[in-house]
Nanobody, 124 residues
Framework: QVLLVESGGDSVQAGGSLRLSCVLS????????MGWFRQAPGKEREGVAY????????NYGASVKDRFTISEDSAKKTMYLQMNDLKPEDTAMYYC?????????????????WGQGTQVTVSS
């Protein structure tokens, strides 16, 4: 059974930082494309970043580039999202995803497996 568990969400002030974690089990971690997404109430799920584990390949959505950093620790089967200079518009439920289906990596429909999400709230 594939399981992704996110953690690290919190309420912070604008300009603050958070680090989200996503632990993967029941699925091969190394050499896989995994992503972070977010969804605010009433909005579509938005691609935040993706990484190819075991490589230096990463990419980011335009709204978070230069503020967020995706990384991974293969030994811990954990993916991270370091979020700096947080803005109120970053407020959302954040999800990690695995099981890439071969389509554009920043589209939610491109992944088979999802975590339950962790809430990030940024106040001004």
């Amino acid at each position: 059974q594939v399981l992704l568990v996110e953690s690290g969400g919190d309420s912070v002030q604008a300009g603050g930082s958070l680090r989200l974690s996503c632990v993967l089990s029941g699925y091969t971690f190394s050499g896989k494309l995994m992503g972070w997404f977010r969804q605010a109430p009433g909005k579509e799920r938005e691609g935040v970043a993706y990484i190819v584990t075991g490589s230096t390949t990463t990419n980011y959505g335009a709204s978070v580039k230069d503020r967020f950093t995706i990384s991974e620790d293969s030994a811990k089967k954990t993916m991270y999202l370091q979020m700096n200079d947080l803005k109120p518009e970053d407020t959302a439920m954040y999800y990690c995803a695995a099981g890439w289906l071969g389509r554009s990596p920043l589209y939610a429909s491109s992944y088979k497996y999802w975590g339950q999400g962790t809430q990030v709230t940024v106040s001004s």
